[in-house]
């Protein structure tokens, strides 16, 4: 299967696209003023304790206070506020937890009342982004990820994934971790530590400590709320939680970002580093990979199949409703219970795609075409489960009901990524007022040569729709060829795909965009 991340770096956010054999998969957004990534580490007050809700807000420094229920403080919560006093007064100076004492482990059925206080300082990690209205969602079991472990302070347990089969493998991790990790860490073996050398997993292993440390260091001196250790940024994290040997390309158009992914996959890859590669070309790199296109396709209200059928999308603030229609789709030949299944299938397979590349989480319900076979039922149900067994993102499908609806739980811990399909109308740009058309080539002849004269470009590219620059370009003494022998400067034209009907930018000769 080839295997590739499209990464468009733009002023204010990082888009990463993944393909499976060109088809888009998945769509990760990262805002470049983005505070509160799932995984960071925060320094908060508790502000109010909420008896009756069994959880307490806390001040992370998000407009709303953040959400921590009793049951998200974690077995080692004790020990772990403990720990935060100690640091904070100055009687624990280092990191290793070797000679700390832990405490008991809280009961499951506490109250959070006998946990925390207002106005105490509490060590918290982002478990979900802020949501719609609501904060974030925190915990107080601390873990922090690596490459192929993930370490979890003051617990002693050892796990390894359960997607590692072999006993034999799984025992040999048990033991290599029991002789390397330190006292009071517990770890978890990810899936791709499977085979790896003792010298790779000890080298993430200390990764992993060091940046513990980090959390010491800055928990020391920090006065809530406060930052006191960031996970890896979107692009890194996706690449640590994804990258395998299926990968053939990453390709990015920002040279910096590309500088930076060169020299983390240095770090978790040597072997992997030449798949990075910086895309130089004119056109947009989404446009070129055929991506922006496929967004469009996939992200509106309606979603249409290669044989017909198609889905329609809706999202509530309860839930999320999919309903499966088979257009014009019918196999003449075909029984309608035949044709049905058939169409249910298909679209088992585009409902996993959208629930992964729009990250739509929480409750789904899927209205699927009615099955009057159990056995038929049973096929659909195995079909979507089967497609789903790649989603990273913990969930939960069961069989269809006797309504046909097929219902399912999917961890929501950003929010769902959404893409504008709609156009601006290409007539009144979205006013309502006409403008007329007949004088867009005047004014872009009037712009150029306001360019030429008075900002004294030397060469421009024009950006503008495929129509517009087909108009412009056709014929052998086409406009483009006219305007260059009228200002005897160089033009050239580059149609966007992305643009609406009317719209045009000029850049200058470094790709900078002219203000006009």
């Given at each position: ?233 979107r692009t890194s ?21 590309f500088e930076e ?92 795609r959208q629930l ?161």
């Amino acid at each position: 299967m080839n295997n590739e991340l499209i990464i468009q770096s733009t002023p204010s956010e990082v888009i990463i696209a993944l393909l499976k054999d060109k088809r888009l998969v998945e769509l990760n957004r990262e805002k470049t003023n983005n505070n509160f990534s799932v995984g960071d580490f925060y320094l908060g007050k508790v502000k109010k304790v909420m008896p009756g809700l069994n959880a307490a807000f806390v001040d992370v420094g998000y407009e709303k206070d953040a959400f921590l229920h009793y049951l998200d403080l974690g077995p080692q919560a004790a020990s772990l506020m403990k720990y935060t006093k100690l640091v904070q007064t100055g009687k624990l100076n280092t990191s290793d937890l070797g000679g700390f004492k832990n405490e008991g482990d809280i009961p499951k059925d506490g109250k959070i009342s006998s946990m925390v206080s207002t106005g105490q300082n509490i060590l918290v990690q982002i478990a979900k982004e802020p949501i719609s209205t609501k904060g974030p969602r925190i915990t107080s079991e601390l873990s922090i990820a690596g490459r192929f472990l993930v370490l979890v302070p003051f617990s002693d347990k050892i796990s390894v994934s359960q997607k590692i089969k072999e006993n034999e493998e799984k025992n040999r991790l048990k033991r290599l971790m029991q002789s390397i990790k330190p006292k009071n860490f517990g770890v978890i073996v990810r899936t791709v530590a499977e085979n790896k050398s003792v010298a790779e997993l000890d080298a993430d292993l200390k990764d992993l400590i060091s940046k513990w440390d980090i959390c010491f260091q800055e928990t020391k001196v920090a006065q809530p709320p406060k930052k006191v250790l960031g996970e890896l940024d979107r692009t890194s994290a996706i690449l640590r939680d994804m990258l395998n040997a299926s990968f053939n390309n990453i390709h990015v158009d920002d040279p910096k970002l590309f500088e930076e992914m060169k020299t983390y996959l240095r770090t978790i890859s040597p072997e992997q580093e030449k798949i990075a590669k910086l895309y130089k070309g004119t056109v947009p790199i989404f446009d070129h990979f055929d991506v922006d296109k496929q967004m469009k396709a996939l992200f509106g209200k309606t979603v249409t199949m290669k044989t017909g059928a198609y889905l329609i999308v809706e999202h509530t603030e309860a839930l999320h409703v999919i309903d499966v229609n088979s257009g014009h789709r019918a196999k003449s030949g075909s029984s309608q219970e035949q044709n049905a299944l058939e169409v249910n299938l298909d679209a088992a397979v585009e409902v996993a795609r959208q629930l992964r590349l729009r990250d739509m989480g929480g409750i789904i319900v899927v209205d699927f075409i009615d099955l009057h076979s159990n056995e038929n039922r049973k096929l659909l149900f195995n079909k979507l489960r089967d497609e789903m067994h790649t989603d990273r993102a913990k969930h939960n499908i069961l069989p269809p009901s006797k309504f046909g609806l097929v219902q399912i739980t999917r961890e929501r811990v950003r929010p769902a990524t959404n893409v504008i399909t709609v156009e601006k109308c290409p007539t009144c740009g979205g006013t309502g007022e006409i403008q007329a058309s007949i004088l867009l080539i005047d004014q872009i002849e009037n712009n150029l040569r306001y360019v030429f004269t008075e900002q004294n470009e030397k060469e421009v590219t024009l950006c503008v729709h495929p129509f517009i620059e087909a108009y412009l370009t056709k014929g052998f003494f086409s406009l483009q060829r006219r305007w260059r022998l009228k200002f005897r400067k160089k033009i050239a034209m580059r149609p966007v795909s992305s643009y609406h009907f009317m719209e045009y930018h000029f850049l200058n000769k470094n790709e900078e965009e002219i203000k006009i």
